[in-house]
Nanobody, 128 residues
Framework: QVQLVESGGGLVQAGGSLRLSCEAS????????MGWFRQARRKEREFVAA???????????DSVKGRFTISRYTTDNAKNTVYLQMNSLKPEDAALYYC??????????????????WGQGTMVSVSP
């Protein structure tokens, strides 16, 4: 079983920055694609970003390109942590952000059904 625990959400003014973290435990291995989705109130869940197992490939939603950066850190004992650096935040970025993991997916997979594991989410609020 895989557990994903997010942290780092909060309230920030428009134009500000936040960094989200996701710590993966359990049988995550090092070959999973990991990433982030978000869901705003009364909206569907949407893809934000994903990163390959070795960190060399990344994918981003058009709405966050140039503002968000995903990165991944794997320790010698295969502990995985994924980060989402969010800069120039806009009110429309406000949402519940979920960390996700997929064993067989790709960084271009924007379909939530392609991800096997989900965290509980961390809330990001952006004031105008």
């Amino acid at each position: 079983q895989v557990q994903l625990v997010e942290s780092g959400g909060g309230l920030v003014q428009a134009g500000g920055s936040l960094r989200l973290s996701c710590e993966a435990s359990g049988r995550i291995g090092s070959t999973y694609v990991m990433g982030w989705f978000r869901q705003a109130r009364r909206k569907e869940r949407e893809f934000v970003a994903a990163i390959s197992w070795n960190g060399l490939d990344t994918g981003y939603a058009d709405s966050v390109k140039g503002r968000f950066t995903i990165s991944r850190y794997t320790t010698d004992n295969a502990k995985n942590t994924v980060y989402l650096q969010m800069n120039s935040l806009k009110p429309e970025d406000a949402a519940l952000y979920y960390c996700v993991a997929s064993l067989y997916g790709s960084v271009a997979d924007a379909d939530p059904r392609g991800y096997d594991y989900w965290g509980q989410g961390t809330m990001v609020s952006v004031s105008p």
